[in-house]
Nanobody, 125 residues
């Protein structure tokens, strides 16, 4: 059974930092591209960042570029999202997704193969 488990969310003040983790099991991690998405109340799910299976390619939404960093540790089957300089508008449930193809995990969340349950990030002003 494939499982993606997010952790690391919480409540932080504006300007603070959090590091989210996405731990994967039940799949050949080295073959999968991983993406982070977020969904705020009343808003559509949006792509935040993604990393290729090799770790050589990354992509960031314009709203987080320069503040967030995605990385992977294949030995631990885990992808991280380091979030710095957090803003209240970053408040959302953050999900990770996995797919053999690059495009779904970066741009089309509804087409990604596997999803985690999400972790809440709340940034207070």
């Amino acid at each position: 059974e494939v499982q993606l488990v997010e952790s690391g969310g919480g409540l932080v003040q504006a300007g603070g930092s959090l590091r989210l983790s996405c731990a994967a099991s039940g799949l050949a991690f080295d073959d999968y591209n991983i993406g982070w998405f977020r969904q705020a109340p009343g808003k559509e799910r949006e792509g935040v960042s993604c990393i290729s299976s090799s770790g050589d390619s990354t992509h960031y939404a314009a709203s987080v570029r320069g503040r967030f960093t995605i990385s992977s540790d294949n030995a631990k089957n885990t992808v991280y999202l380091q979030m710095n300089s957090l803003k209240p508008e970053d408040t959302a449930v953050y999900y990770c997704a996995a797919d053999l193809n690059w495009v779904p995990v970066c741009f089309y969340p509804n087409k990604a193969g596997y999803w985690g349950q999400g972790t809440q990030v709340t940034v207070s002003s």
